[in-house]
């Protein structure tokens, strides 16, 4: 345990800019839902009287990988593997039969420190 004392206003604010530049990055913080939407079209699904999709938006500076998984009525989530979203760029996902629940599993694009789960263990998320 490092236990640090400080007599100036100066060093305290130096060593806090230091200490948060130096923890790790929450990168789900990085995609931002922008928009939903109900019957929307989808060319994957029979019916688009209750799809439901998401549009998702990455407002950080680094390229980030996510999964991003839709709940279907079905209690399944569908599952879009995104590898490379640049900074500025959107995606969207989507359920044919909907409930309107989506999650998603971000991490810094290329960070192999961070594993995502497989598909099968985000099928056991609720």
Known sequence: M???VFTSAF???????SFS????KDYSDC????????STTC??????????????KNT?????????????KVNRWRIF?????APGDSVSAYACEG??????????AGDMNVVLPDDNEIQQMK
Do not use: D, P
């Open 31 to 38: 995609l931002t839902k922008v928009h939903s939407a109900w």
């Open 60 to 72: 950080c500076t680094e390229t980030v990988e996510s999964k991003v998984c839709v709940r279907e």
């Open 21 to 24: 530049q130096t923890q790790e």
């Open 2 to 4: 490092l236990k640090l």
């Open 11 to 17: 060093m305290i604010s130096f060593v806090n800019l």
């Open 81 to 85: 593997h995104f590898r490379s979203i």
């Open 99 to 108: 409930t309107g629940k989506y999650m998603h599993i971000t991490r810094k």
């Open 43 to 56: 060319s994957q699904c029979t019916s688009i009287e209750n799809t439901y999709r998401i549009y998702l």
